[in-house]
Every structure is written in structure tokens, then in C-alpha cells.
């Protein structure tokens, strides 16, 4: 039985959806403070915005952008004890009927100095939920850093904040893994890199930097957005798409309430490009989930065949798309639940499926 040692999701990692007002404006019902807020618009075509509490609040980077950090006064202005305070900013907060999702993680406020690496870090960590920050120097060779889970991460977001640069996403089931990445800015099928890692997967406390401007650029100021699983609350996995609309069985242990999918490699034949396709049951609040957004376009909230059913212990692909449910794709993915299958050891009552 998947019992978890989280009974409330929702502490960790939070959705929270928003109409836009033009204006100051506190968003409160997160359920905590945040450390990581992720903002898009679900209405209009707008880029999305990314804020940590490692850079400090009014820092923006895009995740469908290549663009280096930029500062923004009206962006996300506080990180508070029950949400966050934005400004006029029109990605972040525009008005005349903008709506937005907010995605927000707990790690541990602006961090602190992690010695573990050769490099000093800045690591801000919950390894209770298995999600850290992590800000360092770049050196252009190979080095290590901290990255404060307690144990080894299984997905890492780079970006490189001081000049234009993709970001650069480890994923510890692509095809070797640790020489192999993906883009979170692209649709890109999985590109061939030894040198980013080292060759090497990451460890308990280090992970291995290697020779990669974009995860590693000589004297630039590089965040780290790093995940692992924790039993009945995250999951990073794959699995094997079947191209039919009754696709297989994506166990988790965990009632889903956000999943991000993409293809990483074809089983058979040539990798394909797809998009990272971002689901969450706020975004559509009944199965089938066929409302999506996308982390490499700038997309309004799009609806379609690229259709997932959250269940109570997983999800299942409805759909023949190649977007998620190919038969010859391998997919990458990272879910968080609503809630564990079980609560933990003295729960009786298992969670359903909406």
C-alpha cells in the first residue's frame, strides 16, 4: 500500500488559480508561503513567468524563453505567509478579464550556503517533499555543487541567468540519462550531451557540472530547479505510450493533481519533437483533463484530444496523439498528488478518483 508520510499535499505544493485586476493584488489561499511561484496566463497569450525566493522576489525568468533574468519592480513583489503580492505587471496580473494559474512549491525560504560541491552553492531545500533550489557560479569546466535533498534528484531544471540560453532538463529516464537532456523551452526530442554531467548522475548531496554554457556558463549566475519522488506524494517516471485511446496505466500511488508529460525518445525508430504539456485538475475539474498548457509556448489554455484521466492511484492517456500517448514514444513525466493513495499507516479510507 502506498501510505504517505505527507498527508496534505497541498502544504508543499499548491495550485492556485486568479482573475487578473491591473492593480496591487494579493493572492492568498496557497496554504503556505511559497519559495517557487510559476505564473501563466490562462486566457490570453502571455509568457510564463518563474520567482524564487533564492533570487528574490520582482526576478523573472521565462521557461518558454531563452532570455537571461530580468528585474520587474511590478512583477511578483512579496512571497507571503498564505500566498503572494503582485504588482501591474500584465504577464504576472493584467486586467479587463485576464486569468491566471499560479503553481507554487515550499522549499525553505532564501537558503543558505551549501559547502558540499567543490563550487559553493545557495540551496534552499525541502526534503520532506523532495524539491530544492539551488543558485551557484558558473565555472565552465567541470565542478560540483550541493543541491540539499538528502538524497538523489531525478529530474534538474538549469537556466542560465546571465545571457540567452536554453533550458537545460535531466531527466533520470531518458535513454543514459546522464548524458542525455531535453529542453523545458522547446519541443526537442532528446539531445546527445556527456560533457553537461560529467557523464555522471547525480549523488546523494553533489551533482556533477561539466562543460555546457547553458547549465554551466564561465562566470554567469545559473538556478537550479531540482525534483526527486517521494512515495504517495511526486513522481518522476516514464512509460510506454500505446497510440489507442484506452492508453496504458501510469501508476503513481497518488490521486494526480498535477502532471507535466513529454516525449523523451521513440522506442522504435526516429525520436520525435513534441511540446512539455502541463495538466492539473484546477485547470479542468472533471476527467476526462483535456485542458492543457504547454511550458515551451506562450499559449492561452488550449483544449483538445490530448486528453489524461486522473484516477486514484495514477493516470491514463485517452487519446491516440503523439502529444502523450504515441506507440512508439517513451514519456517523461512529473506528477504531484491531491492526495496519497493513503494517508499514512492508521488511515483506512483510500482516496478516489474525481
Known amino acids: 500500500m502506498a501510505y504517505s508520510t505527507i498527508s496534505k499535499p497541498s502544504l508543499h505544493m499548491n495550485t492556485k488559480l486568479y482573475a487578473g485586476t491591473g492593480a496591487s493584488h494579493a493572492i492568498t489561499g496557497v496554504g503556505f508561503q511559497p519559495d517557487f511561484t510559476w505564473l501563466k496566463s490562462r486566457s490570453y497569450a502571455d509568457n510564463h513567468t518563474m520567482f524564487d525566493a533564492v533570487r528574490g522576489v520582482t526576478k523573472r525568468i521565462f521557461c518558454n524563453l531563452t532570455q537571461a533574468e530580468a528585474t520587474e519592480a511590478q512583477s511578483l513583489k512579496t512571497f507571503d505567509s498564505n500566498g503572494f503580492t503582485l504588482g501591474t505587471d500584465t504577464l504576472a496580473n493584467g486586467g479587463s478579464g485576464k486569468t491566471y494559474a499560479s503553481w507554487n512549491w515550499k522549499a525553505n525560504g532564501a537558503g543558505s550556503s551549501n559547502s558540499d560541491g567543490s563550487t559553493t552553492s545557495t540551496v534552499s531545500a525541502n526534503t520532506t517533499a523532495g524539491f530544492s533550489i539551488i543558485k551557484f557560479a558558473g565555472t565552465g569546466g567541470n565542478h560540483t555543487i550541493g543541491h540539499g535533498l538528502g538524497a538523489a534528484p531525478e529530474m534538474l531544471w538549469f537556466k542560465n541567468m ?3 540560453s536554453n533550458w537545460i532538463v535531466y531527466h533520470k529516464d531518458l535513454q543514459s540519462p546522464n548524458g542525455k537532456q531535453m529542453y523545458l523551452n522547446t519541443t526537442n526530442a532528446q539531445a546527445n550531451d556527456t560533457s553537461y554531467l560529467q557523464n555522471t548522475a ?5 551533482i556533477s557540472l561539466g562543460a555546457n554554457a547553458d547549465s554551466n556558463g564561465n562566470g554567469n549566475n545559473i538556478v537550479c530547479y531540482a ?3 517521494i512515495k504517495a506524494y511526486s513522481k518522476v517516471g516514464f512509460y510506454q505510450g500505446n497510440g489507442n485511446t484506452d492508453g496504458n496505466f501510469v501508476y503513481t500511488g497518488f490521486k494526480p493533481k498535477f502532471v507535466i508529460i513529454k516525449v523523451g525518445y521513440a522506442s522504435a525508430g526516429s525520436d520525435f519533437t513534441n511540446h512539455w504539456f502541463i495538466f ?3 485547470l479542468n475539474g472533471y476527467n ?4 492543457y498548457l504547454k511550458t515551451d509556448a506562450d499559449e492561452a489554455l488550449s483544449s483538445g484530444t490530448n486528453r489524461i484521466n486522473f484516477l486514484s492511484n495514477g493516470f491514463k492517456c485517452r487519446t491516440t496523439n503523439d502529444s502523450v500517448n504515441s506507440a512508439s514514444g517513451v514519456y517523461m513525466y512529473y506528477a504531484v498528488a491531491d492526495e496519497p493513495l493513503v494517508a499514512n499507516v492508521g488511515a483506512s479510507i483510500p482516496t478516489t478518483a474525481r
Open 162 to 164: 546571465s545571457q540567452a
Open 202 to 206: 547525480p549523488g546523494a548531496s553533489i
Open 288 to 291: 476526462e483533463s483535456n485542458e
Open 227 to 229: 525534483f526527486r519522488s
Open 280 to 282: 492539473d485538475n484546477e
